[in-house]
């Protein structure tokens, strides 16, 4: 036995060692991490440490202050479904907890009664442990089934709070197209939700569950051996929760790390599928595989370190939490009993000593046990400010986007060197939207990109109603950028911008969107059929709509207004763009903008369509180098892509020269 013993000894050194080297290895390359990948800052290790600071995660003051706003999403109000599951699994965790103490107390029964060979007290209690089985098992599964709904309404709440967020106005095109601080809210949304919510309720079960087992374990053993022996469980507890909190530091920003580079390889692998033909035309295969090898080394590297943490921190843990607390227990329980004085056991017979140690033993290893599930429940705390710290990132972000607030450097390079920056000033949101029907009018806006890029210092000109304006100029001018303005996705940096409101100014892009849905969502979109029939338009005026843009056999060919197709690749590039015009005449703005839209439609075709919107008075702004169109306008807006523009009347010689 004293050599198994002296073997263990020196194993578990040995393990000891090489666990602490791995740690302090670790911690090290942690602590170098401005030269390693992890935090390098000169290369691309995710959009989110390139573009801005990343949110701070660890267990402090800063950490409860975001729980306590997170649980206010989560339990909205005290009567509510998730407060009812949080009471029902306090109920079964306390129902568990006596069922443990009944099944210490009938376990001890039946030994002391297999050691006193007495067949009968065996048999009973025996029997009890039977019959107690299934309400037992019972406990238990109900206690899952509760513990996995409430998993459930935590990601329903937090996953409908920040879709309205996200969805509310324009924020989902802002938050990747004008803010550079999330790069990746897909998963955001969905994976760290998910995560987040099942860490909360985890963490919720592996603290309340402990607690309760402490405080009943120290009540039953103090009735037994004193409270002095829990009080050094207890103190223990204290300290060793201290010691582990202070040692798993690093984890929490390790866990926001890996998430980060996790979105980034996803992001990688999303835009492969997107562009797959556009790549595909390019052979541009080795070079893409060489992109994602690239960014998936960076989250091996990383997850290397974690794990190499994970296993100095687990040994550590194990040791700490579960074997050394065992040892104080084993040390605790034996004082009452080596203590030859003490009156309860001076009396005693060893078959009642033996009973004593057995229920008093088993009761303090459950104590230490339930003491080292609360240290541990640090590490689960630990991971949980990582995604605590992502959740509230993305919260802020919304925030600030729908409040009209957005962080990216708003002076570009260019800017910066040529020093029109100091002749110009640029505050996102200083000019006036003035909303008024049946007319456009620019007045002395600067034309800008979010970078800051000045296109045109002094932009002003007005078109009312009937008035069809060409917008023509090299591209890089500044075309789409006006309509960015226009449509309210870009900032308005100065001046008063008098416009329609949103749905009733229509837009029409050269590459036109399908919607997930049947042919009808097509036409419709983004109204729903509820709409539509609201509206008073029946499926026989979108089939004259269909026939208007010459796709009427498209309801014939593809079997019906109900189909649903992946309409993205079921129809050609200008049945998409007939489509659109198909989408437009439904909707009927004040206004459309056509990009480029009837680039892949024959002439005739077009002609068509634009007369028809003459005749159903919807007023143009049309992007097109196409000769054919310019009868269909009678002003003409030129950016000529050096500051300057021209809104002037279409005339013989501006057709000419147009051509």
Known sequence: MAAVSKYLTAKQCSLAGAAVIAYFLCKRRLGQGHSQTLYRKGEAVGKSEKNGPTERA????????????????????????????????????????????????????????????????????????????????????????????????FRVRLTHHLYDEYLKGYTYYKIGNLDNRIANPDQLLTQDVEKFSNSVVDLYSNISKPL????????????????????????????????????????????????????????????????????????????????????????????????????????????????????????????????????????STHSQLLEDYYQSGRMLISLAQALGRMVLAGREMTRLSGFTARITQIQKVLKDLNQGRYERTMVSQQARETGEADRISLVPGSGTIVHSDHIIRFEHIPLATPNGD??????????????????????????????????????????????????????????????????????????????????????????????????????QREGGW???????????????????????????????????CTSAVSVDVEDYIYTHCKNVGITLFTVSHRKSLWKHHKYYLHIDGRGGYEFKPITEETVQFGS
């Not at 103490?101 to 442990?129: C, D, P």
């Not at 399908?514 to 729903?528: A, E, F, K, N, S």
């Open 212 to 347: 309760l087992d402490i405080c009943i374990y120290v009540l039953k053993l103090a009735s037994a051996i004193g409270f002095q022996g829990p009080l050094y469980m207890l103190s223990y507890l204290v300290l060793s929760g201290l010691l582990l909190t202070r040692m798993r530091r690093p984890a929490s920003h390790m866990t926001v790390t890996e998430q980060t580079f996790e979105g980034e390889y996803r992001y990688v692998n999303s835009r492969l599928i997107t562009n797959s033909e556009e790549i595909a035309f390019y052979n541009g295969n080795v070079r893409e595989k060489e992109i994602i090898q690239t960014t998936f080394q960076k989250l091996v590297s990383h997850l290397h370190s974690f794990i190499y943490f994970r296993f100095s921190m687990g040994f550590v843990d194990s040791i700490i939490a579960k074997y050394i607390a065992m040892v104080v227990g084993y040390l605790v329980v034996s004082r009452p009993f080596l203590d030859l004085s003490n009156p309860r056991h001076r009396h």
């Open 562 to 596: 109900d189909t649903q197709q992946d309409w993205m690749d079921i129809l050609s590039g200008g049945e998409k763009q007939r489509m659109a015009m198909a989408r437009l005449f439904y909707h009927k703005p004040q206004f459309a903008i056509l990009d480029e």
């Open 454 to 555: 000045v296109l045109i210092r002094d932009l002003s000109f007005e078109v009312t109603s009937g008035t069809n304006v060409l917008v023509c100029g090299p591209n890089g001018s500044g075309k789409s950028s006006l309509f960015r303005v226009l449509g309210e996705l870009w900032p308005l940096f100065g001046g008063c911008l008098t416009k329609p409101e949103r749905g009733k100014l229509f837009y029409v892009p050269q590459r036109p969107y399908m919607t997930l849905g049947t042919l009808r969502d097509q036409v419709i979109y983004p109204d729903t059929v509820h709409q539509q029939r609201q509206k008073g338009i029946s499926d026989q005026v979108l089939k004259e709509y269909l026939a208007a843009v010459q796709l009427e056999h498209i309801l």
């Open 58 to 153: 660890a267990v402090d003051k800063v950490f409860f202050t975001r729980m306590l706003r997170l649980i206010k999403i989560l339990v909205p109000q005290p009567f509510c479904k998730e407060v009812g599951y949080l009471l029902f699994i306090a109920a079964l965790l306390v129902a568990r907890t006596f069922c443990d103490v009944w099944m210490i107390h009938n376990g001890t029964m039946i030994e002391s009664a297999i050691i006193g060979r007495s067949s009968e007290a065996f048999k009973r209690y025996l029997l009890n442990f039977a019959t107690a089985m299934p309400a037992i098992s019972l406990v238990n599964n109900f206690l899952k089934l509760g513990l996995n709904q409430l998993k459930l309404c």
